[in-house]
C-alpha cells in the first residue's frame, strides 16, 4: 500500500470522528494463490469483470504476512508468522455477494471475517490484471498479539468492520494465478466503513507488490 493512499484513507477515516484508541489495522498477506471457480462449481476461465461463480484463495510456500500496519505506521512483522491463509470471494456478474476469509498465524493465533453481501465487485486493473475489493464484517481475532503485534485497540472492540482489496489478479486461461495478494483493512467503528471502502476503491490502482 503507498503511503498517499494510507494518508488518504486516514484523512477520510478522521472526518468520521473514530475513537483514539483505534484507528485502521492493516493486513498484508502476499503471493497468494488464486483459482477462479464457474456458476457450476468447478475450477475454470475467470470471466473477468462479468464473473459469475467465485474466486478461492489460498496460500501456498510463498504466501506471507508481509506486513501488518497499525494508524498506517509499520509493525515490523517477523518473517515465517503465516501458517495458513484461506479466502472464497463469491461472485453474481462481477459483483460481490459474499465470502470469507481465515487465516492461522505461528502459535495458533486465528483471524477470521465475513465478505459483505453486495458491496464490492470486479475492475480492471491497469497492467496487471484484475482487483476485487468489497466490504467486510465479523472480523475477529483469537488473541492480542497477533503474529507478535499488539492490536489491543481493535481487540477489544471486536467484532470489527473493515474493507478488502485482492489485487494484481491475473488469472491464466484455466482461472489459475499463483501470486496474487490480499490487502486487509480493519476499523472499530462501524459508521466509518462507508468511507473506508470509498477511499481504498478510488485509489486502488496505485497499488503496487510490495
Known amino acids: 500500500m503507498t503511503g498517499k493512499l494510507c494518508a488518504v484513507i486516514a484523512a477520510g477515516l478522521a472526518a468520521t470522528a ?31 469483470v462479468g464473473h459469475t461463480g467465485s474466486v478461492h484463495l489460498s496460500s501456498n510456500a510463498n504466501t506471507s504476512l508481509a506486513e501488518i500496519l497499525l494508524d498506517g505506521v509499520s509493525q515490523n512483522v517477523a518473517p515465517n508468522q503465516l501458517q ?9 456478474g462481477g459483483n460481490v455477494v459474499g465470502g470469507s476469509f481465515s487465516m492461522t498465524v505461528v502459535g495458533g493465533a486465528t483471524f477470521t471475517t465475513q465478505i459483505q453481501n453486495g458491496a464490492g465487485q470486479v475492475n480492471t486493473q491497469a497492467g496487471q490484471g484484475f482487483r476485487i475489493d468489497g466490504l467486510l464484517t465479523s472480523a475477529l481475532f483469537s488473541s492480542d498479539p497477533f ?12 467484532p470489527l468492520d473493515g474493507s478488502f482489496l485482492n489485487f494484481s489478479f ?9 501470486d496474487t495478494s490480499v ?4 476499523i472499530p467503528t462501524p459508521g466509518a ?6 477511499a481504498i476503491a478510488g485509489l486502488a490502482g496505485r497499488r503496487r507488490r510490495g
Open 18 to 48: 473514530l475513537p483514539a484508541t483505534g484507528g485502521i489495522l492493516q493486513l498484508d498477506i502476499n503471493s497468494v494463490a488464486a483459482q477462479a471457480f464457474g456458476p457450476a462449481g468447478g475450477a475454470g476461465p475467470f470471466g473477468g
Open 170 to 178: 491475473s488469472p491464466n486461461a484455466n482461472g489459475f494465478d499463483g
Open 147 to 158: 503474529a507478535g503485534v499488539a492490536i489491543t485497540p481493535w481487540f477489544n472492540a471486536q
Open 84 to 92: 495458513s491463509f484461506n479466502g472464497i470471494i463469491n461472485l453474481v
Open 183 to 186: 490487502d486487509i483493512f480493519l
Open 193 to 198: 466503513v462507508g468511507v473506508l471502502g470509498v
